[in-house]
């Protein structure tokens, strides 16, 4: 029996292909992950309740005409101040802070006049206010 004698060759492991693997593994993760933003506020939501609550279907509608005259619900009040604005929108809503509250400027109204509406409206509570606007094509 003849034996041969084993000739040892030296093994190369290239380490090439598996870099390029794992930094392509790396891009891939980097470009695909979504980076969540944290808002440094700190919120407490409401909590919702079980039954649904009744909203009052009144609507507090305030029109101001080019000139700045103001007209609540379509009465149009005596002096275009913000006490008098106050005392008409306190007198409707009668103390009910929920009560949805529309402005209506005319596009040729003072930008003051609708900042006072604003205003008297934040002076009593409302925290449900809208500014209407007109459609046109």
Known sequence: ?????????????????LIDV???????FMVST??????QIS???????????????????????????????????VKSDANS???????LTAG???M???IRADSKTPHQAVVTAMDAAAQLGLNRMSIA???SE
């Not at 979504?34 to 808002?39: D, I, K, L």
């Not at 909590?47 to 029109?63: Q, T, W």
């Not at 080019?66 to 379509?74: M, Q, S």
């Open 85 to 91: 604005l106050i005392a008409a929108l306190n007198s």
């Open 100 to 102: 949805p509250l529309t």
């Open 22 to 28: 794992v930094f392509l593994l790396l891009i891939f």
């Open 43 to 77: 919120v407490q939501l409401p909590k919702a309740a079980k039954e649904p609550v009744d909203v009052p279907a009144e609507n507090v509608e305030v029109v101001i005409n080019a000139l700045g005259k103001y007209f609540v619900n379509d009465r149009e009040l």
């Open 1 to 17: 029996m003849k034996f041969r004698k084993n000739k040892s060759e030296d093994l190369d492991v290239n380490l090439t292909p």
């Open 133 to 135: 606007t007109s459609f």
């Open 34 to 39: 979504t980076f969540q933003r944290e808002s």
């Open 96 to 98: 009910n802070r929920d």
